[in-house]
Each structure stands twice: as C-alpha cells, then as structure tokens.
C-alpha cells in the first residue's frame, strides 16, 4: 500500500524556528555606480544535510546559531550550484528535504560610519528557503526561481566576522509551485520501515541548493526602490516612460522632505542623449536606435541606459544604471508585432541544465549557449519551465534574443483557491522583477496544464487577468497541450502556444503524417479563438552518434527528418497569416528523473548536454536563416544532411 502525503518532510518547520516575514520583492539587481558597492558570498560554502527521516534536526539542534563546523562535519559546496551532481554521493543527489549552508563574511567599518543602509540578496533558492543572520531569523521564501532581499543594517557586525545560514528544501506538494507529492511505501515485504519517494509530474531533475549568486550591497538611507520604464515609437523617436520609487530607512521615514529625481539618457556608447527631472514622467528620444531582434535589423539588442539619481535635503544621492530597449509590442487577432512590423518566433525551448553545475548559473555556459542561439539563427526562446536567471536575461537584452517569460507552474492539476492565489503571487513577482526588460515580449503563466479539467476555466480566467493588471503591455498566454475541444484556458490567453510530437508520442515512425496533422490542428485552434497561433515544443529523441538509413526512430536522422516534416506544415500555417511562430523542442538535452523511458536524460536536443551539435542542429540552422531570408554560404552546410536538401522542398 502506497500513502501519497500532501505535507511532508520538515516542510511544516517553516514555521520553526523562524519568524520573518516572507520575502516577496527581490529588490532591483546588484549594480554598482557612484552610491552602490556591491561585494559577492559566492563560492565554496559549508554544507550538510539534515538526516532523511530527521528532518526537523537542524532546526532543533539550531545550526543557524552558530557555524556549522562546530556541531558536526561538513562538507564543501560551490554557490552557485545545484548540490544534486557536484560529489559522488547517491544520498546527496537523490535527497529529499532540508540542506544547510553557511559562511562567514566581514562588514567594513567604513560602510557604518559613512551610514549606508546593508542589503543581502540572494538570486533564488530552490524551493522552500530561511535565511539567518548571525543567528537570527532574517526573512524566507517559497519558490526556487526569483530573487530574496533583505535588509541587514541592524543584523550585522561591523568590522568583525558575521554568519549567514540557509536552510532549503525542495519537497514540493500539490499546492506548491511546480507541484509535487511524497509517496510513502508502506508495504514492509517489499520496503524498509519509513520509506517514501518524491513524486512530480514534469519531465526534469528536480535540483536543489544555491542556484543563483548571494551579493551583499550598499545604497544610502533614501534610496531607489524600485524603476518603472515601459516604451513606445513615434515614428523614427522613441519614448521612454518611467516612474521611479524611492524609500529611506524606518528612523527616518517621518522626516522624508525635499526628494527629488533626475534622469540621464545615455547611448550604449555612454555618451549622454537626453536629460529629464522628475521622478515619473516621459522622456522623448529624437531618431532613436530601436530595439530590433535578432536578424531584423542591422544592429540587434541596442540598449540606452538610464542614469536614474534620487536625493533628499541632507544631500544624500542614490545612483542606479537602469538599462532599456526602446521598442513596442504588439498584437491582434492574427499577428504579433515588433516596432510596427509583424515578427514571427524562431527559437527553442530550453532548460536551465548542465553537467555537474545543474541549474547553477555558469558564465561560460551562458555565452556559449547565445553564441549557439546566434549560430542557428534563432532569435528567441523561451524560460521553460521557470523564470531564469537574471544574467541570461541581462544577454538577451543585449543579444537581441527574444523571451517567452514563463513561470514554473508547470504540469498543473486540481487549480484550488490556495494554489490559484500563489501562483498570482508567482506571477507577480516575475513581471516585477523583469518588466523593464525588452527582450520579454510575452508572459507565460504555465505549461501544459491540465486544462481538460472544469476548474481551469476560471482558475486561468484569473491568473491571466491578474497577469495583465500587472502589465498590460504584453501579451499573456499559457503554453496548452490537451485537446482544443477539452481545453479551458485558451480562451483566456492573447496567444495561443501548443505543444504536438506529431510521428513521435504518436504513429510513431509515420513521419509523412506530420505535415497535414500539424496544418490541421493549428488551423483549427485559429479558427476556435481567432488569436494568433505558435508551436511551442515539437521534436523528437536522438541518441548522438546512432545512425540508420532509412530513418528509425532514435537516431538522428529520425530526430533531423521529423523536423523536415515539420518544416513544411510551419511554411504552410505561416502563408496563412496566423502563426506566429516555431520553437523545437529542446536546444540541448537535458536530465531528468530516472526512468526506463529516459536514457540518461531527454535526449530531445539538437545539440548534446555538453553543446556539441547533432544532425538536427544543423538542420535547423539551415531553416532558420532561410526563414530570416539569410543565405548560407555552401562551405557552412554540412555533408550530413545534403540529400535531406535535395529531397525536400524545404531546402
């Protein structure tokens, strides 16, 4: 007999030992200027585990009061990092629960006696997070892929050692975001005393740990808050409406008198463009350098930067490096729109993913992963299934690659009150924190839900309407996968996103199917909600190196004649006027739970874990640029898929 427990784990000790509030604002991103300093806690970090069927002991021991080292062993752990992958213990990787880590840091002295206010910021913490200080309960969060902020002027010692601990854990439930449940194995003749797996229902690893980079910062006691800049064209000027919040410390909040904003519009040369004064308002930039994406334009990603200052009467002047991409978005009933002209998607999905690192930020593996994007053509992708990090953001801002922002409600199911209100607050957080940025040019609010379901009719009603309340701006939709006839959220969406493995979940082996499948469908949900129409995910696995000729399904020419196929139906639906876009289904491949349907991982990539391309890569790059009227030169198009050129109309 098997239990599925919806609470488990140590999940309710959130409560223990803690008493701060819950962390909903990350705060603007780290960036120093004349009034910021910024230093960075990244790096190797001490770790344990809290015991399996002990959950609660690091809370009852409390570890947080001091370092760990001093009540028992620990070990190294990189931050930033997923734990899961870095050594070579199974307890590790598998761990379901709570993880500690701690290390000391020092404060200067100059940083009090100069009265600046001291800002903690973590990038994310998956999933569950409490963060101490010193020993006290600083502030926590639930959810594992947006930003955690506070405010540690009081909570530290200057000049001498200070303690930071975090306690994670990355149960999921069914009313948290991803959900998921604990399954407790209750039969004793086929498992020991205690035993319980982790269940969730979407198709990747479930890392945990310190994914993103800690930063300690300084501002002064009034100090922006937060930036507001949404843009538009007139013609060839562009304009920049902005509204800045500012704050000041508690003590002195009562006497915040004579604040005043001012605003420097510099090109991305730096040099100076235009000025305004006024902490709200607009600003009219003359013949200005818009925002194109990738290969609509000569020059792609043009960002302006902002120079936003706040002072008050005692002369206290904050600076903040606002970057912004003037261009405006658009939409209707067939089309999407960039700066006046109908745009059309050609990108992938992908996954925060990589060897040893898991969903840790990696520099390196970041501008490889643009320099391929930019190397097939692509010109966007979208956050599947979760909000990334706000580095990979910051590229493709300046990249020119656009963005499907999709939170992580991924797979839902049962869509109650409570699991509705947090995944409002998902939502709002996540256009909060990446609202000014150009390259998000639309909201996705899930994937794959179980929209079939009657409850999801005004569950998506709502949060799609929530969404909007926070950003009017751009389009909002959820990527679907359950018949259109069943389907309870297309009606709420802007634009219509659709996942289909046509000749691979089903006829598999049947790739002459694929194109009047693919025009059919998608031409029907155009006609039942009369918005415009994208492909989401398609694709097929390729084991790299295995090859048959005719085609068989697992090799890569499966995976590069599938995409062909495919190819043929897109061309179709875009002469039709109403599809709007393509993204395959995956950029690299990536790991998942184990499972005999998965050989060590999704291996629907077009390019190996480690970015090496298949077959399929290829392929796709030859498509794109001839979809972006982009010819290549005959020494860039690989021996590989040559007769798939002469065989099909595509090429």
């Known amino acids: 007999m098997e239990t599925w427990t919806v609470v488990a784990l140590g999940i309710v000790t959130l409560a223990v030992g803690t008493h701060a509030k819950d962390n909903s604002w990350g705060g603007l991103y780290p960036r120093e200027s004349a009034s910021r300093e910024v230093r960075s806690l990244d790096g190797l970090w001490n770790f344990r585990l809290s015991p399996l069927h002990d959950p609660d002991k690091g809370f009852r021991e409390e570890w947080y009061a001091q370092p760990m080292c001093k009540t028992g062993p620990v070990i190294s752990m990189a931050v930033p990092s997923s734990y899961n992958d870095v050594t070579q213990d199974k307890a590790l990787r598998d761990h379901i629960g709570w993880a500690w880590y701690d290390r000391t840091f020092y404060v200067p002295t100059r940083w009090q006696s100069d009265n600046l206010r001291v800002v903690l910021r973590l990038g994310s913490a998956h999933y569950n997070s409490i963060i101490y200080l010193n020993g006290e309960a600083l502030t926590s969060h639930e959810g ?111 006497h915040l008198l004579g604040v005043g904003c001012s605003i420097k519009v510099l090109n991305n040369k730096g040099d100076h463009v235009t000025s305004a004064m006024g902490c709200y308002g607009s600003i009219l930039v003359t013949n200005a350098s818009l925002w194109w994406p990738y290969l609509m334009a000569e020059e792609s990603g043009y960002m302006y930067t902002l120079l936003v200052a706040v002072s008050d009467e005692t002369g206290r002047l904050d600076i903040y490096p606002q970057k912004v991409g003037i261009r405006a978005v658009g939409w209707n009933s067939t089309t999407l729109t960039i700066n006046n002209r109908p745009m059309y998607l050609r990108g992938c999905g992908k996954h925060e993913d990589a060897d040893i690192r898991g969903k840790g930020l990696d520099y390196p593996l970041v501008v490889k992963d643009f320099s391929l994007l930019k190397w097939l053509g692509a010109n966007s992708f979208r956050t599947s299934h979760y909000p990334y990090a706000e580095e990979i953001m910051d590229m493709a801002d300046q990249e020119g690659i656009m963005i499907v922002d999709e939170s992580p409600a991924v797979g839902l199911s049962g869509f109650g009150e409570t699991l509705m209100n947090k995944h409002i607050s998902v939502m709002k957080e996540l256009v909060r924190r990446d609202k000014n940025r150009p390259s998000v040019i639309m909201w996705s609010v899930g994937n794959e839900p179980q929209s079939n379901q009657a409850a999801a009719k005004d569950y998506f009603s709502k949060v799609v309407s929530a969404t909007k309340s926070e950003d009017s701006s751009r389009p909002v939709t959820c990527v679907l996968n359950r018949p259109k006839e069943k389907d309870q959220a297309g009606r709420s969406l802007d634009v219509i996103l659709v996942n289909r493995y046509y000749s691979w979940y089903g006829d598999t082996g049947h790739l002459e199917v694929i194109k009047l499948q693919t025009v059919t469908e998608f031409s029907e949900w155009h006609a039942l909600h009369n918005k415009p129409v994208m492909i989401s995910e398609y694709g097929a696995g390729s084991i790299p190196g295995f090859h048959m ?37 995956n950029f690299a491949d990536f790991a998942t739970p184990q499972g005999h349907t998965r050989a060590a991982g999704n291996k629907k990539g077009i390019f190996t874990r480690n970015r090496q391309p298949k077959m399929a890569a290829h392929v796709l790059r030859y498509h794109y640029h001839k979809v972006a009227n982009i010819s290549l030169i005959a020494d860039q198009i690989p021996l590989c898929f040559t007769s798939l050129m002469s065989e099909n109309n595509d090429f």
């Open 549 to 585: 000729d005719p085609a068989f399904t697992w090799t890569e020419e499966y995976q590069a004649e599938l995409m062909v196929q495919n190819f043929e139906a897109f061309d179709e639906l875009r002469s039709r006027g109403y599809f709007v876009g393509e993204m395959i289904w």
């Open 144 to 254: 594992g892929h947006l930003p955690i902020m506070a405010e540690i002027t009081k909570g530290v010692v200057y000049g001498k050692e200070n303690l930071i601990t975090v306690a994670i854990n990355n149960t999921l439930t069914p009313e948290t975001i991803p959900q998921g449940s604990i399954i407790h194995h209750n039969d004793s003749t086929r498992y020991p005393p205690g035993y319980f797996t982790q269940s969730y229902n979407f198709d990747f690893t479930n890392y945990a740990g310190l994914h993103r980079p800690v930063y300690i910062y300084t501002t002064p006691q009034t100090y922006i808050d937060d930036i507001l800049v949404t843009t538009d064209i007139d013609g060839k000027d562009g304009i920049i409406t902005y509204n800045v919040t500012y704050s000041t410390s508690q003590e002195e909040s009562q």
